[in-house]
């Protein structure tokens, strides 16, 4: 197939669409957030932060049955395998729901184990409890969606994932006014109603295979679907992020509880805050996808000119991008805080600490396009190292800036992502000149 020019107009006609879906994806918590905040309870607000942070730890750990999914999906599309197509999904959904269902199994030593590892205590850990607890019931649904996710994001599915999201976003927004609102039920029924959002958003995503695979969806697959060579390729295939990946969950669950530290109001006050933080890099993260193929394209045909120009292109979309998100945060944060959050305290902190929340887009740009510059390179040990090392130099500048209080906190956290982009950019150079020498090679 021949390669789509090189072009601002082509890049952005690419991106949008992953944005798009992305901005459905943080809105989850945003919602969240919001139902709980309104009710001015800002134990009930540190609790869903807590809790969120904690499942996000568990459930995105797993996050590799979603980048597995994609490129094995794709490879087998591209070889025109519609059995091995068809088999992905079965192994992905059946991988997920296993390990959900694990997951589920052990929430009686995860939950107070988890719990303990944070400076919480008392009622902050009985509204996080409760949060877990809930959000637990979704756990099989929970991971079986982001191989459906993969799955179809890997045939270039891309506004059936939409749907997805879509599907589950509204379904959890109505849940949580009814559960919260409704019946009072706090920080409980907020995971109540994300977790079954979940199983209705794998209800939706199966339904949406059906569709695409037709009366054949079954046909074949009892030879191919426990194939352990398969299998043991799902797994290999992102070991390497899956490290990387926990890693950097590990440094925002510690960031989380460096806000613990200080109490339930900063707490609260931090939770409210990285609803933007989120926004802005799951915004931003379409131009890192874009990266990924385009990465991948120029780097699949020894082109290191083409892979520059990608580079620079997607860079500089990017870089507005974040520009635009920092002058928004700072123009506008203070107004969606207060419609945020109506505990004053928690307001009051929250605009406080803004001016660190609207330079996280800027000072994230560069993190987030060399993580889609190696996804698509395939470079996982890079990634792995960077992630580790990441999350090593932040902690250990988060025990440093511990005289500054909530500051320092916030201080250390940009930082981070000077480390992320620092520890990539140095492996840069070495993904460049080795694409330099394929060109050369006879």
């Known amino acids: 197939m021949t390669p789509v020019m090189l072009s601002r107009r082509s890049i952005f006609a690419q991106a949008w669409p992953i944005m798009l879906g992305q901005v459905t994806v943080p809105l989850v918590g945003m919602v969240d957030t919001v139902v709980i905040g309104r009710t001015g309870d800002a134990v009930a607000l540190a609790g ?196 990387r990946t926990v890693s950097l969950l590990l440094l925002f669950a510690w960031f989380a509880n460096a806000g613990a530290r200080l109490g339930t109001e900063t707490l609260a006050a931090n939770q409210v805050l990285m609803q933007f933080v989120s926004i802005a890099a799951f915004v931003l993260d379409g131009f890192a996808f874009t990266a990924e193929s385009r990465v991948g394209n120029a780097i699949g045909r020894g082109q290191a000119e083409e892979l520059k120009r990608a580079i620079r292109l997607i860079g500089e979309f990017s870089l507005a991008a974040g520009l635009f998100f920092a002058l928004a945060t700072g123009i506008a944060g203070s107004w969606l805080i207060g419609l945020i959050a109506t505990d004053p305290q928690v307001r009051a902190l929250a605009r406080d600490f803004l001016p660190y929340t609207a330079l996280v887009p800027l000072i994230g740009v560069p993190a987030w396009l060399l993580d889609g510059i ?58 460049m000149r080795g694409i330099a020498e394929q060109r050369a090679s006879p």
Not at 95 to 101: E, F, P, V, Y
Not at 103 to 125: K, S
Not at 143 to 152: E, I, M, Q, Y
Not at 227 to 239: I, M, T
């Open 48 to 243: 869903v932060a807590l809790g969120a942070t904690i499942i996000n730890f568990l459930f995105w750990s797993f996050g590799f049955l979603r980048m597995g999914m994609t490129g094995l999906t794709a490879q087998a599309q591209g070889a025109d395998d519609d059995t091995e197509v068809r088999a992905m999904l079965a192994r992905g959904l059946l991988l997920g729901l296993g390990l959900g269902i694990l997951l589920f199994a052990l929430q009686w030593v995860l939950v107070p184990l988890t719990l303990g590892l944070f400076a919480g205590g008392g009622e902050l850990d009985a509204a996080a409890g409760g949060y877990i607890t809930a959000r637990f019931l979704g756990a099989p649904a929970s991971l079986a969606v982001f191989a459906v996710n993969g799955w179809l994001l890997g045939l270039g599915r891309t506004r059936s994932a939409l749907l997805l999201q879509i599907v589950m976003n509204c379904c959890n927004g109505i849940l949580d006014i009814w559960f919260v609102w409704g019946f009072d039920m706090g920080a409980e029924g907020v995971g109540l109603g994300t977790a079954i959002a979940e199983w209705v958003a794998l209800g939706t995503g199966i339904a949406i295979a059906a569709r695409i695979l037709g009366p054949r969806a079954i046909s074949g697959l009892r030879a191919r679907l426990f194939d352990l060579a398969a299998l043991k390729r799902l797994f290999a295939v992102n070991a390497d992020i899956m490290i």
């Open 374 to 431: 190696f996804i698509g390179a395939t470079r996982g040990k890079a990634l792995r190292n960077a992630g580790v090392v990441t999350t090593l130099l932040y902690i250990a500048t988060d025990f440093a800036l511990r005289p500054f209080g909530a500051h320092g906190i916030w201080i250390a956290f940009l930082i981070s992502y000077a480390y992320r982009a620092g520890t990539l950019g140095v492996a840069l150079p070495g993904l």
